[in-house]
């Protein structure tokens, strides 16, 4: 058995752009943002993700926040995150892991496990079935903020905010086929939201069951299917996991994420908000409107509370 610590107190944060001496308004209106020159390195090219300008009335990136990946991996056992996440309208934490190897192929072909997503708005309110939810894929290490692409889940009539935390599953062939609407599972913290203090993540995976709670409550549980993942996905075509083992692809090593991202299509247009969302799908300047319309959220954004608060990490290899 192998068991990894990591103590990182308020390790995952972030930060008004104009906030950071190398930018002002001006250079976020009419300037340019070159990863390198603020950490030494570019974790990831794709979207811009390393050389961004500000151009056609669109601005930088408004935001800054971190990421946090661990080098190590694991396969099977627990992963404990013991966390406070945020408060603030379109925040997005998120505690998730990610093959090492990609050993079947890009996203979902070799599997995602969320631990925790939430949106931070005090209410969100979505009456439609087909509620939007984001990819979770980074697009901008240093500055994670709208995601391409969206998925649908049934979202029902509660209430979808801060008082509410999400585990998922992603697998399957293809964007456009995956599989975790079978495979998802969301708690709601009657009297109170999860904002209101630290509280335990876990997750329990073996080859025969995933399992996520949260201060010992189930969040989400998978049982592995009989016949696999691909059977149960009812995917047409070969099994693009026959070479695995019947959880496959949940049967590789998997790094630890965690994250705070800010807007996207995790907060859905067929969800009502206390403000309405400060951007419009499809636009080509979503971070200009976003930023227009700050006097809306800026005013539910105060001090530490906007960050995520990480008191520590375990990982055990079982």
């Given amino acids: 058995m192998q068991v990894l610590h990591f103590n ?20 976020l209106h009419h300037g340019r943002m070159v990863a390198k020159e ?8 794709t979207n811009w993700g390393c050389d961004k300008t500000a151009v056609n009335g669109n601005v930088l ?30 925040i997005w934490p998120a505690i998730w892991m990610l093959p090492k190897d990609w050993h079947y192929g890009g996203w979902p072909r070799s599997g995602e496990i969320d631990l925790m997503e939430a949106r931070c708005n ?18 901008l290490h240093f500055a994670y903020f709208f995601f391409a692409g969206n ?5 029902g009539g509660n209430d979808h905010g801060i008082g509410e935390v999400a585990s998922t599953l ?8 995956n599989g975790f609407m079978k495979t998802h ?35 989400m549980y998978v049982g592995t299917p009989g016949n696999g993942f691909y059977s149960y996905g009812g995917f047409g075509g070969s099994n693009i996991w026959a070479s695995g083992g019947k959880n496959a692809p949940f049967d590789q090593p998997f790094q630890l994420i965690m994250n705070v991202a800010v807007g996207g299509g995790f907060f ?27 006097s809306e959220w800026l005013a539910t954004w105060h001090g530490d509370n906007v960050a995520m608060q990480i008191d520590y990490v375990e990982m055990v290899q079982a």
């Fill in 268 to 294: 859905s247009s067929g969800c009502s908000y206390n403000h309405p969302r400060p951007w419009t799908d499809g636009s080509p300047r979503q971070m200009g409107e976003f930023w227009d319309r700050r």
């Fill in 8 to 27: 990182c107190y308020d390790c995952v944060f972030q930060t008004l752009t104009i906030d950071d001496p190398h930018y002002n308004s001006n250079r």
């Fill in 151 to 155: 998925s649908k889940v049934n979202c």
């Fill in 170 to 177: 992603h697998w399957g062939p293809s964007p456009s086929q």
């Fill in 38 to 45: 603020l950490c030494g390195y570019c974790s990831q090219s």
């Fill in 185 to 219: 599972g969301e708690k709601d913290k009657h009297g109170g939201d999860w904002a209101d203090g630290f509280h335990t993540y876990k997750l329990e995976w073996y080859s025969d069951r995933i399992r996520v709670t949260v201060d010992g409550d189930q969040i």
């Fill in 122 to 139: 005090s209410n969100v309110n979505c009456f439609d079935n087909d509620h939007e939810i984001g990819f979770s894929v980074c697009t």
């Fill in 61 to 90: 990136n408004p935001i800054m926040s971190g990421k946090v990946t661990t080098h190590a991996s694991i396969r099977y056992g627990t992963v404990t995150v013991r966390a406070k996440i945020p408060r603030g309208d379109w």
